[in-house]
C-alpha cells in the first residue's frame, strides 16, 4: 500500500495487545479509527467512544476535530495520480464515515443538556462543508436538525412495553378506596389490605418513574441527584416495611404481614422490579424482623423457604451470580438492583486510570566532528511520554452503562392515586431507630442459647444494629446518610455489604 494511503496517526498512537485488540489509543487515533478510510469501526467501539467521549473531551471539542478530519488535505508532494488515488482511496471513504459519526452521535446519543453548544457548529459544517461535498446526506441531516425538537422527543421516548393487551385492572374495591379517602386516617389502614399483587404494582410503577428518570451519563458523573432520589425512596420503601411488621403487637397478625410482604416480594420479582424486591428482602433480613423468635416460629417452613428463595435472587454471594444470571433472562421494562450498576461503575474507575503512559527514550544526538571544531555530544538519553486514553475502561463502563439503558421502559400498569398517596404517607417520619425499638418492646431479648430465626433457615444477608440494615441497603455502599438531598452520593467500599449486626437479638 503506497505510505499516503497509510494511517495519519504515529505508531506510538496506538498500543495493541497480543491478541490485536485495543489496549489505548490519543484521542487523535481514536477519531481516526472511528472514521478510518480502511476498515468500517466495530458496533462496540463506536457505542464505547459515543458513550464515553466526554468524560475525555467535549462535545464543541469534538466537533471541531471531526470536522478537521473531513477537512483532511492531500500530503504535499504527491504526482496527479496520487492525488487521484488519495481522494478516490481516502478522502472520499473518510468523510463520509465523518457524516456518519455526527449521523449516528446525533441519533443515538446526543445530550440535550450536555451537547447543545456544538448544535451551532454542527449546523454551519452541515449546511457548508457537508453540504459542498455530500450534498444528499447533508439534505437529509439539515431536516433532521430542522425537525430536532419534536424528533428529539420521539428519540428520548422510553421503550414501548412488549405487552399489547393493555394494562390490568387495578384489584382494588369500593371498601378500600373509601378507606383511602381520609387523609388523616388512611395510614391507619393495614398494608395487609391491600393485595399483594397491587401493593407490588404500584411500588413498581412509584420505582420505575424514578428509575427512567436518571440519565445514563449521570452513572458517570460525580454529582447523581436522580439516583439519590431513587436509593432514597427504596431505603424508605425498607423502612417502612420493617415499621409494619414490628408495629404489630398480636403475634398472629404479625406473622399474617410478615407473610404478607413475602407474597409482595414475589409479585416484585415477577415484574422485574429487582429494586423494590431488594428493598422487601432487607426488610425482612434486618435485625428488628430477623430476632423476632415468636413470629418466626409461627411461619411456615413453605414461606421460610420462599423467603429465602427471594433472598437468594438478589444475594450478592459470589459476586450476585444467581442475580446476574436472572437478569439475562428478563427483557425491558425491567428495574434493576441500582447499587450493583453504581458498584461496578466504582470499581471500573478506581481500577483503571483514564490514561496509559508509555515513556520512549531517544538515543543520545551523535556529535559530528569537523577538521577544526569537534560538534559536541548530548550526554543523556531523552525520555518523552505519550499519554493515551485506556480503550479497555471506557468499554467497560459502556457495557454496564448500556445494560442499564436498555432496562428502561415503561410499564404498561394503572396508578391508583389513593393508594400511591397511601404509600408515600406511609413511607412518612420512619425510624430505623424507633423500629428497633419496637422489636425490643414486643419481643424482650431471650437468655442466651434461645431459638432464634436461624432455626427455621433465616439468615441475614447483612445490614445490622439497630439501624437493623434499614440504612443504607446496601446500594453500593452509599448509605442512607451520605444521600445528600441529591447533591451527590459517596462511595464506600464492598465492605458494606457484609456488615454484621453489632446486636444481638
Not at 428488628?288 to 413453605?302: A, D, F, H, Q
Not at 423467603?307 to 425491558?332: E, F, G, H, M, P
Request: hydrophobic share 35%.
Amino acid at each position: 500500500m503506497p505510505w499516503f494511503l497509510e494511517e495519519d496517526y504515529e505508531a506510538d498512537e496506538v498500543l495493541y495487545n497480543d491478541n490485536q485488540q485495543l489496549v489505548g489509543a490519543t484521542l487523535d487515533a481514536f477519531i481516526e479509527i472511528l472514521t478510518s478510510h480502511k476498515d468500517a469501526p466495530e458496533a462496540a467501539f463506536v457505542s464505547t467512544f459515543f458513550t464515553t467521549f466526554r468524560l475525555f473531551t467535549n462535545p464543541v471539542e469534538l466537533t471541531g476535530l471531526l470536522v478537521q478530519r473531513f477537512m483532511k488535505q492531500p500530503p504535499a508532494g504527491l504526482a496527479e495520480h496520487e492525488r487521484v488515488m488519495w481522494i478516490q482511496h481516502k478522502q472520499d471513504r473518510v468523510q463520509k464515515r465523518v457524516h456518519l459519526a455526527f449521523k449516528t452521535w446525533l441519533e443515538n446519543y446526543w445530550v440535550s443538556e450536555r451537547d447543545r453548544a456544538a448544535f451551532t457548529p454542527i449546523m454551519e459544517f452541515v449546511t457548508q462543508e457537508l453540504m459542498e461535498a455530500l450534498p444528499g446526506p447533508a439534505g437529509r441531516m439539515l431536516d433532521m436538525l430542522n425537525q430536532w425538537g419534536s424528533r428529539r422527543g420521539l428519540l428520548s421516548s422510553g421503550r414501548d412495553s412488549t405487552n399489547n393487551r393493555g394494562p390490568p385492572v387495578p384489584l382494588v374495591n369500593k371498601a378500600l378506596l373509601n378507606a383511602l379517602s381520609n387523609d388523616h386516617m388512611m395510614t391507619k389502614v393495614p398494608v395487609t389490605d391491600i393485595k399483594p399483587i397491587e401493593l407490588a404494582r404500584q411500588l413498581t410503577i412509584m420505582v420505575g418513574k424514578l428509575y427512567n428518570e436518571i440519565p445514563y451519563l449521570e452513572l458517570l458523573g460525580k454529582e447523581r441527584p436522580n439516583c439519590s432520589k431513587m436509593i432514597q425512596v427504596s431505603n424508605k420503601i425498607t423502612i417502612w416495611v420493617t415499621d409494619t411488621i414490628v408495629d404489630e403487637q398480636d403475634v398472629k397478625k404479625r406473622i399474617g404481614v410478615v407473610k404478607h410482604w413475602i407474597e409482595v416480594g414475589e409479585e416484585c420479582l415477577k415484574l422485574n422490579n429487582f429494586d423494590t424486591l431488594t428493598a422487601i428482602s432487607c426488610a425482612i433480613e434486618s435485625t428488628p424482623v430477623k430476632r423476632l423468635y415468636n413470629t418466626w416460629e409461627g411461619i411456615s417452613k413453605s414461606y421460610v423457604e420462599r423467603s429465602n428463595q427471594l433472598r437468594k435472587t438478589i444475594s450478592s454471594d459470589l459476586n450476585y451470580r444467581d442475580y446476574r444470571a436472572k437478569l439475562k433472562t428478563v427483557q425491558a421494562p425491567c428495574i434493576p438492583f441500582l447499587g450493583l450498576y453504581l458498584t461496578v461503575i466504582a470499581y471500573i474507575e478506581d481500577g483503571n486510570s483514564t490514561y496509559k503512559e508509555l515513556n520512549h527514550v531517544v538515543p543520545p544526538t551523535p556529535g559530528i566532528n569537523t577538521p577544526t571544531t569537534p560538534m559536541p555530544q548530548s550526554s543523556s538519553e531523552t525520555v518523552l511520554t505519550r499519554k493515551l486514553l485506556r480503550y479497555g475502561r471506557f468499554f467497560q463502563l459502556t457495557k454496564a452503562v448500556q445494560e442499564f439503558r436498555d432496562f428502561q421502559g415503561s410499564y404498561e400498569l394503572l396508578e391508583v392515586p389513593r393508594l400511591r398517596d397511601y404509600i408515600l404517607k406511609c413511607m412518612e417520619n420512619q425510624d430505623s431507630e424507633r423500629n428497633y425499638r419496637k422489636s425490643l418492646a414486643i419481643e424482650p431479648r431471650r437468655p442466651s442459647g434461645g431459638v432464634g430465626a436461624g432455626n427455621v433457615g433465616h439468615r441475614s444477608s447483612g445490614g445490622g444494629g439497630a439501624n437493623g440494615g434499614n440504612k443504607g441497603l446496601f446500594h453500593a455502599g452509599i448509605s442512607h446518610t451520605e444521600v445528600n438531598g441529591g447533591n451527590g452520593i459517596k462511595s464506600n467500599k464492598l465492605s458494606f455489604f457484609n456488615r454484621k449486626s453489632g446486636r444481638s437479638g
